[in-house]
Every structure is written in C-alpha cells, then in structure tokens.
C-alpha cells in the first residue's frame, strides 16, 4: 500500500513543476510585447544616387528591423501619413495563428488604412527564423516599403550550427519610375511593361550612373554619386570569425544571384526552416525568399571583397549590386582590386533548378508531409488578355480583389460581396501545349476562392507555360500566406498527373512559404489546411499579382473569433469601422 502514496507524492511533485514552468513561461511571454510606432510617408531619398519619391517608416527605407524572440507578441502602430493613398503591410513568413485580421493584405483580410488613419497590427511570432514585410496596397513594396523580421530562439535553446556573429541582408530591385506610373501603364492600352530595374539595392543601397540620367535631360543635382546615402553598403568582418548572414529579397521583378567574392558559403536555413547543409558558393534568390548562410572570413585580410547581386532568369539590363565585404582593419568603402563579377549565366535555368532541388529539412528537424493528400489543384500559370488588357491568369482566371475584403464576406456571409462558384482544380491537361503561345489568350476576371476543407492535406501543382511571347516562359516564385508548405518536387515539362507523384520526396522535404516555379516547368507543394482564415497563394513579381496572378483560399472560416472592427469600413462592410 506504500507504492501507490508515494507514485501520488510523485506525479504531485510532478504537476507542480510542470504548473510553475507554465508560470514561468506565462510571465515571460508577458514581459516580451515589442511595440513599435511607425509614421509611413512620402520622402525624397537617393538609394541609388538618383533623387526620387520613396515611401518611408520613420524616415527609413528599408524599414526598421523588427527583432523578437520566439513567442512574443509584436504591437505595430501604423499611422498612414501618406495623404493621398491607402496602405497596408503584410508581415511576410508569419502564420498570424489565431490573427488572421493583422496579415495585413487588403482585400483579402483587411480594408486598407486611410490616409491619416491609425492601424494597430498585433500579432505572435510563434517560431525563429528570418522574416520579411512589406506593403500590400497596390504596388507600394516596389516604392520602398519593406524591411526584415529577425526571430531568435527561446533562452537557453541553441541553433544547430555554430556562428560567432549574425548579420542582416535585404536585397531589392529599384525603377526611377514612381508605382503609379508602373501601374498606370500596366493598365493601359497599349500595355506597357515596367521594364527592368535601373538598380539592384543591398541593404537600400545601389549605385546608379548618373551620366546616363544627364543625357536623357534630368535636372543638375537629381543624381549625384557623391550623395552619402547611395555609398555601397559594408559589412565588416572580423579575421578568422564565422557569419550568419540572413539574406532576404523583396525585388518587384528581379529574381538574383549573390555571391561573397573568394568565399563559400553553408546554407542553414530557409524561410524559417533549417536546412540540411550544403556549401553554394552563389545562392540563387527569389522574390520573398529568405535564407541563412554561414561565412567564414578566411581570406586574405590586407584587402577587401565584393558582395554582389545579378539579376538571373532575365535577360539583364541593370548593373550588378555591389557591396563591400570589409576585413577589419581596412577602411569600410575601401574597394577590392578586382573587377566583381557578373554572376552567372542568366539564362541558365539547369543550375537554378539543381539549387532549387538541393534544399532538404535538416536531419533531427524533419516535419515529414503526410504520404498522400485530399485534394489536387492544378494551376496553370499564363500570360492573358482581358478585354485588350494584359493578365497574368491561373486556369484562365486572372484574381480581381472584391471591395469587400474575403476575410469580412466570409465571416460575416456577406454572400454578394464576391462570386460564390469555386474556380477550377485543373485545366486541359490533354490539348494544352505549355510551350506554344495559346491559340487564344483570352482569360476571365474572377474573384472566385478556393474553399478547402479545414485540417486536410492540399496540394498544389504550379504548372509553368510560355507567354505570350514566342519561346519565353517566365519564373514565377510563389507565396503561400497563413502557412509553411512542403517543396515535394520540381520538374520540366508539363506535369503528368499519373506518374509525376512518384518523383515527390516524401522523406525530407524543405518547408518553405515561397518557392520558384522555373520556366517550362512545374513545383508540387503540399500543405495542411489547418490555419482558420483567409490566405492569398500568388506570385511574387509586384507586377505579375498587380496583373491577377493569385489565388486566395479559405479554411475554418467558421473557427475565426469576431473579427476587429478596424479591419472594416469598405465594400458592404462600409460603416462598421471605428478606429
């Protein structure tokens, strides 16, 4: 009769310590709210020499960082200070459990923020990792709103990789034409493309010849390379010390390779997930993706290095990104010796996809997939007109947002605020000809959403095609919002529905919230549909979405608590609003 008392006494013991870790774990998430309160606004800066309106935060751009550790919650008091535009900011990687009102994409789960009007986005940073956000309002991502999240691990909790110090990289593309420009002749008839960059930004700075802004008649004094604001960015290194370099992109067009002159580097981690390791010595970046490399400063140390960026996957027409690797103790703008380099071959699609395949979960960090899933969407990714308008369209649908954000009509049955028919799982597998320009381009705007049926196992089959120009099939890096989801496979060629699932690695595959789809070719993905909320899936060139490249699916609508009044005050749901 002891034994039983004294297992009594011990699972007493037991319930105790495991009460008073969840007080101690209670208080320290408390005692971790990170507010920040941000101004958003018009400002004339010169990123890369040339003057030019850009849209700050605080005056920066990029944004400030965010810096959280893993479980906080992060209070971002927005005010739009802009005057004559919306705004909106999605906060690019995190799943918004339990908040899908504050993911920050108009349209789809909020209305956006008026001019003068203050927002608050509140949300928890459930896991480490790197991190993006940027505007959601039209195309104000490519005008300068953006900057970084940065998650580290709980105290006491250790990276599996060993590193001396951490550094924070933001890539983008930049155009002197301002985003109302660009969308007015994305708009227009005759179509007019945005063409490429003039710039390619590391860490908001580039370098742009001047020479060429006087010829084409610009005003003296508009572009001055002595301006201090587009001197390279430097990261200094000290002699013998490893890196983590956190490296994200945010280009509007442009998909990038980087490179450290001389030096190697260890991919960790990937959107958020660790990577089994693998030595690159360029890192192939899309838009929206984020990765942790590991650096290792064991060159020679009298001089300096170049970092750089060169657009891929398009002919280029912008100069390569330049910045300096500095070894301590040498002068930060003191330039290395040689002539950096141009990157690799910008059409050479075999080694990005080689890339693209290399990435797998890291040995004791592997979420494996499910083996199978409910559902099969296919979509088939091309180039449109609507009514002599240019569309990106998926199975022929080209997304229009409704007035009333997706998030409002669902929650609230707001049935006319949208098309309640489902689009299409898949198109004509057997006649389409994915390498010829399609006997007729005509597509259809909808904005129909796909409604999936909560905690199944979805996937998506991205299935790539040429446009509407001869012999080009353009890269697309995809976004899913609300979730991480599993990279099954790449391919070339058009999918084969009976046997491509055999190719799927079901054993280790990276969870990724962005993935490439390569030209004339598709990406498999798989996901759970396990986040009650409304999510966009599009492509994340600024002018491929602005043109209807997406898809928004809802999940357990029915599980979302009430929704903020903030989110409201547009479509049917004008007059609900109190700020």
Not at 185 to 198: H, K, M, N, T
Not at 406 to 423: C, G, H, K, M, S
């Amino acid at each position: 009769m002891i034994e039983p008392v004294e297992s009594k006494g011990y699972f007493v013991r037991l319930l105790t310590l495991f009460h008073l870790i969840c007080l101690i774990n209670f208080s320290s998430v408390e005692a971790r709210t990170r507010h920040h309160k941000w101004e958003v606004m018009y400002e004339y800066k010169s990123p890369d020499c040339y003057k030019k309106l850009i849209i700050t935060i605080n005056g920066r751009s990029p944004g400030p960082t965010i810096f959280a550790q893993q479980g906080d919650t992060v209070v971002v008091e927005l005010r739009n200070s802009l005057w004559t535009e919306n705004v909106a900011v999605h906060w690019h990687g995190i799943r918004q459990l339990g908040t899908p009102w504050s993911d920050g994409t108009e349209g789809v789960t909020q209305c956006p923020i008026l001019p003068g009007e203050t927002f608050i986005y509140k949300f928890v940073v459930d896991r480490a990792g790197t991190f993006l956000y940027h505007g959601h309002y039209g195309m104000q991502r490519a005008a300068g709103l953006y900057g970084s999240i940065i998650v580290s691990l709980p105290e006491g909790v250790s990276e599996p990789f060993s590193y001396d110090y951490d550094r924070n990289i933001i890539l983008n593309d930049w155009y002197h034409a301002s985003t109302n420009e660009q969308a007015a002749g994305l708009s227009a008839i005759p179509f007019v493309f945005v063409g490429e960059p003039q710039s390619l930004l590391i860490n908001g700075r580039g370098k742009y010849n001047c020479s060429l802004s006087t010829a084409s008649g610009f005003a003296a004094g508009v572009c001055n390379t002595t301006n201090p604001e587009c001197s390279p960015y430097s990261l200094t290194v000290v002699p013998g010390k490893t890196y983590r370099l956190r490296i994200g992109s945010l280009t509007s067009l442009s998909a990038l390779s980087f490179e450290i002159e001389g030096h190697d580097m260890t991919v960790v981690e990937a959107d958020g997930n660790y990577v089994e390791p693998f030595a690159i010595r360029n890192l192939y970046i899309y838009s929206g993706e984020t990765y942790s490399v590991l650096v290792k400063a064991d060159q020679d140390s009298s001089r300096n290095y170049w970092a750089t960026i060169n657009v891929v996957a398009r002919k280029p027409a912008t100069p390569t990104g330049l910045a300096i690797f500095n070894y301590y103790p040498n002068h930060p703008q003191k330039q290395p010796p040689i002539v950096p380099t141009t990157g690799p071959l910008w059409n050479d699609t075999t080694s990005r996809l080689a890339q693209s395949l290399a990435f797998k979960a890291r040995q004791g960090f592997i979420n494996t997939p499910p083996v199978t899933s409910d559902r099969v969407i296919v979509l088939l990714n091309t180039q449109n007109k609507i009514d002599g308008h240019f569309k990106w369209s998926l199975n022929n649908l080209s997304l229009t947002l409704p007035q009333t954000p997706y998030l409002i009509a669902l929650r609230e049955n707001l049935t006319d605020a949208f098309v309640q028919d489902p689009p299409p799982d898949g198109y004509d597998f057997a006649n389409y000809d994915i390498h010829s320009v399609a006997k007729n381009v005509n597509a259809t705007s909808s904005n129909r959403i796909y409604r999936l049926r909560f905690n199944s196992t979805v996937d998506v089959i991205l299935q790539n095609a040429n446009s509407m120009t001869v012999n080009n099939s353009e890269t697309h890096p995809w976004h899913l919002h609300g979730h991480d989801f599993w990279v099954l496979g790449y391919g070339t060629g058009k999918y084969n529905l009976s046997c491509d699932w055999r190719k799927y690695n079901v054993v280790n595959p990276i969870m990724k919230n962005t993935a490439p789809l390569h030209p004339y070719g598709w990406t498999a993905l798989r996901f759970r549909a396990d986040n009650p909320g409304v999510w966009a899936f599009h492509c994340h060139v600024e002018s491929h979405f602005y043109m209807g490249m997406g898809v928004v699916f809802e999940e357990g609508i029915e599980k979302v608590g009430e929704l903020p009044s903030s989110i409201k005050g547009c479509g049917e749901s004008e007059g609900h609003h109190r700020p």
